[in-house]
């Protein structure tokens, strides 16, 4: 599976922006996907994750209430609706998909690159 993540940039505190990311691959409907996000020096962090056909959604509690994961299996794309942005919302977004069931760094199977997010003060 190949990802490819897109629609970062640069937006002011209280606004919005969506991530998408498209893969490859005729199975996309059988991958659990997720975003994750890694600001300048800290650790790669899960966001928020989403069930092969869309009905289970899973989030971070720094997120929870804001961001909203939803996938389009026809479109084999996952999206990642961000609303409210803060500047600690600043980093870069990753898309992953997994077989598995835990939503960590060593549990995703395929990462796509990252797009920048930075919300400005």
């Known amino acids: 599976v190949q990802l490819q993540a897109s629609g970062g940039g640069l937006v002011q505190t209280g606004g919005s922006l969506r991530l998408s990311c498209g893969a490859s691959?005729?199975?996309?409907?059988?991958?659990?996907m997720g975003w994750f996000r890694q600001a300048p020096g800290k650790e790669r962090e899960f966001v928020a994750g989403?069930?092969?056909?869309?009905?289970?959604?899973y989030y971070s509690d720094s997120v929870k209430g804001r961001f909203t994961i939803s996938r389009d299996n026809a479109k084999n794309t996952v999206y990642l609706q961000m609303n409210s942005l803060k500047p600690e919302d600043t980093a870069v977004y990753y898309c992953?998909?997994?077989?598995?069931?835990?939503?960590?760094?060593?549990?995703?199977?395929?990462w796509g690159k990252g797009t920048q997010v930075t919300v400005s003060s």
């Open positions: 691959g005729r199975t996309f409907s059988t991958y659990r």
């Open positions: 992953a998909a997994t077989m598995g069931a835990r939503w960590s760094q060593d549990g995703m199977d395929y």
């Open positions: 989403i069930s092969g056909d869309g009905s289970i959604t």
